[in-house]
Nanobody, 128 residues
């Protein structure tokens, strides 16, 4: 019954913005690190950003630094990925994921196998 539901993907033009949401059902996220991953056609799923359970630590892939911002609102049991200045190469299915944090600063961006729960994915397409 524990589930993550990610949403917010859309078709946008280069330079535009989107905000993805990741809502937890049947469990609370306050002790979980949250990661956002993406998988483009023909490519391996890669880490985009993560935020630790405390919110103290965040990590970003080099390709999105300065453009994307991860955040969380534990009161709403939801995490977000604000995506600005979108580029065609950002086109992918985006997934949120959660992993129980052994500390408040735990934030595994690269190790997708660490994550216990995954959203269904939401399509982001950036095209003119």
């Amino acid at each position: 019954q524990r589930q993550l539901v990610d949403s917010g993907g859309d078709l946008v033009q280069p330079g535009e913005s989107l905000r993805l949401s990741c809502a937890a059902s049947r469990f609370t996220l306050d002790r979980y690190a949250i990661g956002w991953f993406r998988q483009a056609q023909g490519k391996e799923r890669e880490g985009v950003s993560c935020i630790s359970s405390s919110g103290e630590s965040t990590n970003y892939a080099d390709s999105v630094k300065g453009r994307f911002t991860i955040s969380r609102d534990n009161a709403k049991n939801t995490a977000y990925l604000q995506m600005n200045s979108l580029k065609p190469e950002d086109t992918a299915v985006y997934y949120c994921a959660a992993v129980a944090g052994y500390s408040g600063r735990y934030c595994p961006l690269s190790n997708k196998l660490s994550y216990n729960y995954w959203g269904q994915g939401t399509q982001v397409t950036v095209s003119s």
